[in-house]
């Protein structure tokens, strides 16, 4: 019955996060799978297909959640480089964490920005690694 | 020195809440002048008003962020109110808080949207009010 | 489509705790009925329903989690409710609150300790309220 | 056996803030007396009356710690008035409030210097209804 | 004086985590002996041998606590560790996390069941290295 | 215009941080230099310097507060150095963290003391390197 939700919600974590599905499914879906099937269905299906909001603005709003949180470093890593696919540019991702400071203080926005670094060499390694 | 910082804070602050000065001043303020103060230079000035984010998105990362800590009920109510001064629509700011379901928990997003019901109201009751 | 799940997590939300259904509806339900329809959908149906678990330990998770978390003090109410409901006694859960002082410090344990006392005194002031 | 522990316990705290056994023992006491009986024994007895630290310095980084968890504000309250009984001036509390913005958020510090304005209002007005 | 309730935690923590007064000792006890006294004295024995819950009970409000703050994965491990041993059964461990994603969110519950399947990993790795 | 405050700030951290500078600017500084600066000119500068508290009572709150947040380990561990460097001993610095206990629980006041732990493994590492 919840087929169609489970596959949207799939593609729709694939098509922010290309290896999303690879990241829930080989980890904490091996001894967790409904966990992982409830994330495509509810997270990325239910909320993350409504219209009401741009796909970069939801990607602002993870992305302050997670920085302000702090207790899913991983996470914030895969939800900046999402935001990096909707749209945003490096800069506003940076604005976000740094705005935090004010929220949730200077450690958590430090912790983040330094994710972001991260996240960017990365990104950066990759790109240079192709001819 | 600092009197630019301070002035272009409390100019922002009143700018996206009006009422936002006098809370701040006759509030925690009474004790604490220079933590206001700080809020006014660094929060209001060196952050809000950076140009490398929309007004709305800003509102959007920290309506987003005190959903999510849960920790300062009427700030996240004030930033409710600002938000739609900036012009994020009601629907927008529901769709912001349902986000954080999926981040911080139901529980966490329930009571941000009994504090959005409570700021609608309020401003439906000063709108009816005038003639 | 996803009437059954709604219709089903709205039942189990009331046989846990009768008046669950009002206070989410007239409460938050107001501004974000689909926020409302997830928790319904999602939290009670798709998870709450599920066989792994007596809803008894169910109860002890929630109150454990919400007594650490410390974030949603009327959800905590609700809950010692509905875990008296599954059939927890009340000494039951004041060992689970009294245990949190181990995980989360004593304030966030005293704290959900007075929950439960006002809790237990509204439920014996209705007990004795009738003939 | 733990006699000793719990009466020793029990002064320092009323040491510290005197009607403090009073709240305890009148609030979450009623229904959780052990868990009571343990912030005498094991907080105010194994902790506090360790010789290792000034009372004033305990008495900040409580200050501190309750700031920016933000999960106990009557808590922070009581401890604002112990440390004024311990020996910190208002200036020196406010101080450690005013730091925690760094740490914890702006609101985290901002909510708690208004619960120290109101405690300082409180003494205030028994001092001056006091011939 | 309290050397009867120090051997009574010790043991406790050995029957649910054999390899448990070893961690504690050679790592935070190292630097922290009274904190570890603490944790034996009151955590272990104080706490955990009171008759108020079934040991299957606590490790389950323990593990629900742990998942949803977030800030202690080795001791979440240790504890998903010692629900085996209580006797809990993977599924229900699973399940108690599961139901932490409607109270703290999905990377909450995620990152638990990724800390999980890492126990799980090696308790399977011992098992098969036996003849 | 915000040079004499950037100054001050960079110059309070090295203070009590030798290689603090180094820390912020090779790290998050590398995307997030306005960070950064805000650290310097905000935390350091417009807070640090104050004259109303003791250096070693200001890292006692930070102590504490982190210890009690549990989101930020490498500055905890920072901090935990400059306390030392400010005049507290190591002993003062474990009773801080023990106090933790009560307030924050024993996970994070265990996590913060082996952090501690290896703080003062690798000073006395670098002292007896010394000839």
Do not use: W
């Not at 997270?43 to 939801?58: E, H, K, M, Q, T």
């Not at 949180?69 to 990096?84: F, V």
């Amino acid at each position: 019955m919840s087929n169609e939700r489970y596959q949207r919600g799939k593609e729709k974590l694939r098509e922010i996060l290309p290896d999303g599905p690879e990241i829930l499914e080989d980890g904490p879906g091996q001894v967790a799978p409904d966990l992982v099937r409830h994330a495509y269905e509810f997270a990325y299906s239910d909320v993350y297909c409504r219209p009401g909001l741009d796909p970069n603005i939801r990607q602002v709003a993870t992305i302050a959640a997670l920085t302000a949180l702090g207790n899913a470093p991983s996470q914030l890593g895969n939800h900046i480089k999402a935001g990096l696919n909707t749209g945003l540019d490096r800069e506003e991702i940076i604005e976000v964490i740094m705005q935090m400071a004010v929220y949730a203080g200077f450690p958590a926005a430090l912790n983040a920005a330094q994710i972001a670094k991260e996240v960017f060499q990365e990104l950066d390694d990759v790109a240079e690694a192709k001819p």
